[in-house]
């Protein structure tokens, strides 16, 4: 009977067995079993928690379909469903379906319904829904908020997620580490580090532990609007604090010291990193070789490009066009050849940048010869000359009095 069947499918959710959760709601509907909110409840739950999704969304319309009297826990599992499978609109109609069969919604309810919303983006359906739950006199958790935030800052709508934070404090909703952090990530979007420290000052007063997203963001933000001091204070107050470092909390830090021209404390940090076994990775070392290459600290560019091979990290572009940089502040033209060299032999694709930073260290030089053989080399790549690279070509072939060269290269570029 519909016990049993009740039971047995119990179990399977017990053990996430969705398949065979299935199995018996099919045998039900053969055997022309009654099937009760139970039966539906046990499956949605067991196809959640096995990851099969698409299952449960398949069963949310049998039950639909079945009209079985319905209660908040199976919408609850239904909506479960929907978050993690970003069906935010499936969501948002079983908010509906509840109203129209005079089911309540509840916290869990409404918080899985603005997550799926928040995954998606969907930042003002999730605002109108925390509006009915506030209107339903439903209690909003920080979670909820929390959702509404991210999909907030997602949506570039940042002001929006501060002036939620505002509301939280205001209605004395627990803030904690997360929510700071969607709300710090939201204006590392708008690169406002002024909003991103006032709401570090917030965690600090509020003493809410600091964790690892919320100050990556911080320091984000802070490197993105070119505050490198602020980043690097914001840094110390992480590393004093214990907070567990990872590779882009360090990559922000290490690009922020390289705005501030301090490529030294930039080395000494990798050196103090590696202790901690936080792994650096490419942009790691293009944002410290750009550091060098800012303080015309060529040799310690190259030696860091060196170093990648040592822990199996392939410098891609952006990487290889700091260190030619590097090499050209430093007059160190045979260098940059034999950079542009090595990128063709790793098979690192060259851009302009490469062929225009290139020829300009020849052309400083004077090597009228250096500079042809780059534009030689650029000419059988897919790339087309620019004038930059065309005009310190010809001004480096003008002024070693090879003139004749430097006609019929303008020639050439003409044409």
Known sequence: DTVTFGAAIGACDIFSDWE????????????????????????????????????????????????????????????????????????????????????????????????????????????????????????????????????????????????????????????????????????????????????????????????????????????????????????????????????????????????GSKWEGALQLISRMAQTKVESDMATFAALIGACEKADAWDDALQLLSSTARIEVKPGTITFNAAIGACAKGSKWQTALQLVSCMAQGRVDANEITFNTAIGACQECCEWEACLQLFSILAQSKMEPNTINCSAVISACESAGEWEKALQLFAASAQ
């Open 20 to 259: 065979k959760a299935s199995q018996l709601l099919n045998v039900m509907i053969q055997d022309k079993v009654e099937l009760d909110v139970v039966c539906f409840s046990a499956a949605i739950s067991a196809c959640r928690t096995g990851g099969a999704w698409e299952k449960a969304l398949q069963l949310i319309e049998m039950v639909v379909q079945d009209r079985t009297e319905l209660d908040t826990v199976t919408f609850n599992a239904a909506a479960a469903v929907c978050k993690k499978a970003g069906e935010w609109e499936m969501a948002v109609q079983l908010v509906g379906m509840m109203a129209q069969n005079q089911v309540e919604s509840d916290t869990v309810t409404f918080g899985s319904v603005i997550g799926a919303c928040a995954t998606c983006g969907k930042w003002e359906k999730a605002l109108q829904l925390v509006s009915a739950m506030l209107q339903g006199k439903v209690e909003a958790s920080s979670i909820t908020f929390n959702g509404i935030i991210s999909a907030c800052g997602k949506g570039g709508e940042w002001e929006i997620a501060l002036r939620l934070v505002s509301f939280m404090e205001q209605t004395m909703a627990k803030l904690d580490a997360a929510t700071f952090g969607a709300a710090i990530g939201a204006c590392k979007r708008s690169g406002d580090w002024e909003k991103t420290l006032r709401l570090f000052n917030m965690m600090t007063e509020g003493k809410v532990e600091f964790d690892t997203i919320s100050c990556s963001a911080a320091i984000g933000a802070c490197e993105k609007s070119g505050s490198w001091e602020i980043a690097l204070r914001l840094f110390s107050v992480m590393w004093q604090s214990n907070v567990s470092l990872d590779t882009i909390t360090l990559n922000a830090v290490v690009s922020t010291f390289g705005k």
